[in-house]
């Protein structure tokens, strides 16, 4: 069964949808991933869905969506739960599964304010995507009952 993996931001406009969408292409059914946001925007921002597509990756299913959301019963639980920015893992923490593993990842230079415009949103995906990877090669996104993997930086 795949890993369960939650992206959290402010708006789900911008980054968690690209962390969304490039995990589901790039984590080979290892893992499933969605994203949510605190006060979730009507819809994706500007430029977001061409910045993925230059990147080859699809957005047809995406759609800024509330955490509240993860919090009913027929939803997925995730089995980890990463924060792309300083208040979406502080102000949701308490409703994840106590073994849900939390990542804090802070993109503070990507503030949700800051991402307007195609370069923005490149620099905003290059960033997520070395992150991502560098998640999937170490395994961050394993569920916290199993072990993370220490990979040395040449081995990378």
Request: hydrophobic letters at 50%.
């Amino acid at each position: 069964m795949p890993t369960t993996v939650l992206f959290l931001c402010d708006d789900n406009a911008r980054l968690g949808p690209m962390a969304e969408a490039y995990l589901n292409r790039t984590g080979q059914g290892r893992v499933r991933a969605f994203s949510a946001g605190l006060a979730p925007a009507p819809a994706l921002a500007v430029g977001v869905s061409r910045v993925l597509g230059e990147a080859g990756v699809d957005d047809a299913a995406l759609e800024p969506k509330s955490f509240e959301l993860f919090s009913l019963p027929a939803a997925p639980v995730p089995d980890v739960v990463v924060g792309l920015t300083p208040a979406a893992l502080d102000a949701t923490r308490p409703i994840w599964p106590e073994d849900a593993r939390l990542l804090d990842w802070r993109m503070e230079k990507l503030a949700t304010g800051s991402l307007v415009g195609r370069e923005a949103l490149r620099l905003a995906f290059r960033r997520l995507s070395a992150a991502i990877d560098e998640a999937m090669a170490t395994g961050q996104f394993l569920p916290r009952a199993l072990p993370l993997l220490k990979v040395s930086p040449s081995a990378a």
